[in-house]
Each structure stands twice: as structure tokens, then as C-alpha cells.
């Protein structure tokens, strides 16, 4: 039995329409109530912190073991942004394979 046969057009519309309701009254909430208080920007901060403190060093490892694709990644985008990648892929080319390799880019002609 599938689930599809037992929601019906009116059942499946109540419930998108619930969840769009409580997405917006939740949206409204921080908005209005949270965001302005000034316990709630504490906690939130206090909040951050703390998952800072305890991921420094993940974040840390994740941009030591991508500083290579970064590198590269930033070299492309600055030969695109004036239109010699055909320099990029001659001056650059352990960056070119890389991207390249990874199949961030597509073969420069």
C-alpha cells in the first residue's frame, strides 16, 4: 500500500497550508519577540561562542585540508573576472588540474 493512496488532494493541502502557517508564526515570533530581546541576544551569543570554543580546531582541519582547492578556486575566479582563463589554464596549471580534477570547472578550451 502506498502512502500516496491514502493522502488525498484536501488532506495533503491542510498540511502544506499547516506547515506554511507555523513556518511564518515562527518566523513572526523571532522577529518581533526574540530578536529584540535583549536575554534572548545574550543567550544567543553566549550560544556561539561556546560552539566556536569546541569546533575551532574542525574548522581549522576542513581550511588546512582545502587551503589547495581555496588557492585554486580564487586564482579561476580572478582570471574569469577579466576574461583570460586561457592565461589561467597556462600560468596556472597544477590549479587547473586540480579544479579540474575535482570537476569544479569544465576543460578550458
Known amino acids: 500500500m502506498d502512502i500516496q493512496e491514502d493522502i488525498s488532494e484536501e488532506v495533503l493541502?491542510?498540511?502544506v497550508t499547516?506547515?506554511?502557517?507555523?513556518?511564518?508564526?515562527?518566523?513572526?515570533?523571532?522577529?518581533?519577540?526574540i530578536k529584540e530581546n535583549p536575554d534572548a541576544m545574550e543567550k544567543n551569543r553566549v550560544r556561539?561562542?561556546?560552539?566556536?570554543?569546541?569546533?575551532k580546531d574542525k574548522k581549522k582541519k576542513y581550511y588546512e585540508d582545502n587551503?589547495?582547492?581555496?588557492?585554486s578556486r580564487n586564482?579561476?575566479?580572478y582570471y574569469k573576472k577579466i576574461n583570460k582563463l586561457s592565461q589561467f589554464k597556462e600560468k596556472k596549471t597544477e590549479h587547473y588540474e586540480c579544479l579540474l580534477g575535482r570537476g569544479l570547472i569544465d576543460p578550458i578550451e
Not at 18 to 33: C, F, G, P, S, T
Open 18 to 33: 499547516a506547515y506554511k502557517k507555523k513556518l511564518q508564526m515562527d518566523r513572526n515570533r523571532y522577529h518581533k519577540v
Open 48 to 55: 556561539s561562542r561556546e560552539h566556536y570554543k569546541k569546533n
Open 67 to 71: 587551503k589547495e582547492v581555496n588557492i
Open 13 to 15: 493541502h491542510r498540511i
Open 75 to 77: 586564482s579561476y575566479y
